[in-house]
C-alpha cells in the first residue's frame, strides 16, 4: 500500500505541527517547508499527493506557489490557508487553480474532511477517467463538444464552485454530472434542484431542513438539499430564479460551509461542492439589482459555456442515434433509423430549443411513424409535443361515453389522460386485443399505440 505524502508551507512553526500532527494521525506522510523557495526545492525533488499552503508567506504568497505547481506539477493538489473572512483571497486562489481553501483558525475536522477529498484524485481509477477522453453523459465528437469534456476533466479536480451558462435544453445538468461523476466526490451523492420549482416560503426549509414541529406542517425532522449532498455535489439550477431574501441565506451558507434548520438553535457543517446554471443573463440581472452581486461572485469562481446545439450540428447523427435507440429501449420497440434526407432537415435545422428539442422531435416520430426509417415528413418541427394527447382524432364511436367536465378546479391532465385510456381500452375490447387492429382502429401507428400503453401503464 503506498503512504501518500503532504508538503506544509507555513512560516509559522506551531501551524506546521499542528498540521503535521493531524495528517501524520491519518496515516501521511509529511515535509514542511516556512517558504515558497524551500516548497519549490523539495516538491521539485519529489512531488507529493497533496500540499497545504499559508497565503502569507515570508517571500511571496500562497497564490504564487498554487501557479508554480499548476506549471511544474498539475496532478498536486493545493489547498490554501486563508485568514478567517477573506473570501476574496480565497476565490482568487480557486481561480489560480487551488484544489480548496481553509480559513483560519483551521478547524480540524474541516480539514481532514478536505484532504480526504484531495487524496482521492491520487487513487489510480481516479487518475484513469481524468485522463481518458470518454464521451460519458457528454455525447459528440466536434471541436466544441471535445473542448468541453476537457474542461469538465480539468474544473472535476477542483472544488472550485462552477457556474455553468447556456441555453435552455443545451445540457447543462449534464455538464454538472460529468464533472461530480469525474471528480474525487463521485461516491458521494449529486443532488440537482431547479430553484425556479420551489414556492417562496417552503425554500429555507428545502434547502437547509427543518425540525419536527418548527411549524405547521412539520411533523417530522427534514435533512434539507444541503446535508442530503453531504460529502458530494449540490447543483443549483436556474439560479437567477432565487428571492433576494433567499440569496442571502445561500450566500451565508456557501461561506460558512454550515446551514441552519428551521428551528434549530445551532449550526450544522455540510462538506458539499457547489455548482450551478441558469438560461438567463446573470450579470444583466446583477446591474438590475435581481441578483446579488456577492452570492455572483462567489458561485461564479469559474464559468463554463455549454455550445448550443446548432454551433455543433456535426453531433446531431450521433445524438440522433443514441435518442432513437434510449427510445427503442424503453419503450421495447425495434430501433428506428433516420433517412438521409432526415439527418440533412435536422442538420440545417436552428434548434432553439437544442438538444432536448431534438429529442422531443425524434420521440415524437419514433411513435407516429410506421416505417423503421424516420424520414422529412416524420419529424413533424414545430408541432406540439408528444405527450399532448389528441394527435389523431378517435373515432367517434370510441369515445362516445366522454367523461363529463367536473364543476370547479379539475386536473386537466388527468381528465385527458382518462379519455385516452378508454379509447384505447374499447378499441381494444372490439379487436380482441389484437394491438395492430387497434392501432389502425383508433388512426394510429402500431409503435404510436406501444408508447401510450406504456405510459400509461396499460401493458
Not at 203 to 212: D, I, L, P, Q, V
Request: proline share 7%.
Amino acid at each position: 500500500m503506498t503512504t501518500h505524502t503532504a508538503l506544509i508551507v507555513d512560516d509559522e512553526p506551531d501551524i506546521r505541527e499542528l498540521l503535521e500532527i493531524t495528517l501524520v494521525r491519518m496515516g501521511i506522510a509529511t515535509r514542511s517547508a516556512p517558504d515558497l523557495a524551500t516548497a519549490r526545492e523539495l516538491l521539485a525533488a519529489e512531488p507529493a499527493h497533496l500540499c497545504l499552503t499559508d497565503m502569507n508567506l515570508p517571500d511571496g504568497n500562497g497564490i504564487d506557489l498554487v501557479a508554480w505547481i499548476q506549471e511544474h506539477s498539475p496532478d498536486t493538489p493545493v489547498a490554501v490557508i486563508t485568514a478567517y473572512g477573506n473570501m476574496d483571497t480565497a476565490i482568487e486562489a480557486l481561480k489560480a487553480g487551488a484544489f480548496d481553501f481553509v480559513s483560519k483558525p483551521v478547524e480540524l475536522a474541516r480539514l481532514r474532511d478536505l484532504v480526504q477529498t484531495a487524496l482521492k484524485l491520487s487513487e489510480p481509477e481516479q487518475q484513469e477517467s481524468q485522463q481518458a477522453d470518454e464521451p460519458g453523459l457528454l455525447l459528440g465528437e466536434s471541436r466544441e463538444i471535445r473542448r468541453l469534456r476537457g474542461q469538465t476533466r480539468k474544473l472535476a479536480r477542483s472544488q472550485a464552485p462552477v457556474f455553468i451558462s447556456g441555453e435552455s435544453g443545451s445540457g447543462k445538468e449534464l455538464v454538472a454530472r460529468m464533472i461530480h461523476m469525474q471528480g474525487p466526490r463521485s461516491d458521494a451523492p449529486f443532488v440537482a434542484v431547479n430553484c425556479g420549482a420551489i414556492p417562496s416560503e417552503l425554500m429555507e426549509s428545502e434547502f437547509f431542513g427543518h425540525r419536527k414541529g418548527s411549524f405547521t406542517g412539520a411533523n417530522e425532522n427534514k435533512d434539507g438539499l444541503f446535508r442530503s449532498a453531504n460529502g458530494g455535489t449540490l447543483f443549483l439550477d436556474e439560479v437567477a430564479d432565487l428571492p433576494l431574501a433567499m440569496q442571502v441565506k445561500l450566500l451565508r451558507a456557501i461561506q460558512e460551509k454550515a446551514v441552519r434548520p428551521v428551528g434549530e438553535s445551532r449550526e450544522v457543517p455540510v462538506d458539499i461542492r457547489i455548482l450551478s446554471a441558469t438560461h438567463k443573463n446573470l450579470p444583466e440581472l446583477v446591474k438590475e439589482g435581481n441578483f446579488r452581486q456577492d452570492l455572483f461572485y462567489r458561485i461564479n469562481v469559474i464559468e463554463l459555456a455549454v455550445p448550443p446545439l446548432r454551433d455543433r450540428p456535426d453531433d446531431i447523427p450521433l445524438l440522433a442515434t443514441h435518442i432513437l435507440e434510449r427510445i427503442a429501449r424503453e419503450y421495447d420497440c425495434p430501433p428506428a433509423r433516420l433517412s438521409k434526407g432526415a439527418l440533412a432537415y435536422l442538420g440545417d435545422y436552428t434548434f432553439p430549443g437544442n438538444v432536448r428539442e431534438l429529442e422531443n422531435i425524434l420521440e415524437r416520430a419514433f411513435t407516429l411513424c410506421d416505417s423503421e426509417v424516420i424520414d422529412t415528413d416524420d419529424l413533424h418541427i414545430g408541432t406540439p409535443p408528444i405527450d399532448l394527447p389528441g394527435d389523431k382524432t378517435t373515432a367517434s364511436s370510441e369515445t362516445s361515453d366522454i367523461p363529463p367536465v367536473p364543476d370547479g378546479e379539475m386536473d386537466l391532465e388527468d381528465y385527458l389522460e382518462t379519455i385516452e385510456r378508454q379509447a384505447i381500452e374499447k378499441a381494444l375490447e372490439a379487436t380482441r386485443w389484437n394491438k395492430t387492429a387497434a392501432a389502425k382502429r383508433l388512426g394510429i401507428s402500431f409503435r404510436a399505440l406501444r408508447y401510450r400503453l406504456k405510459k400509461l401503464g396499460m401493458e
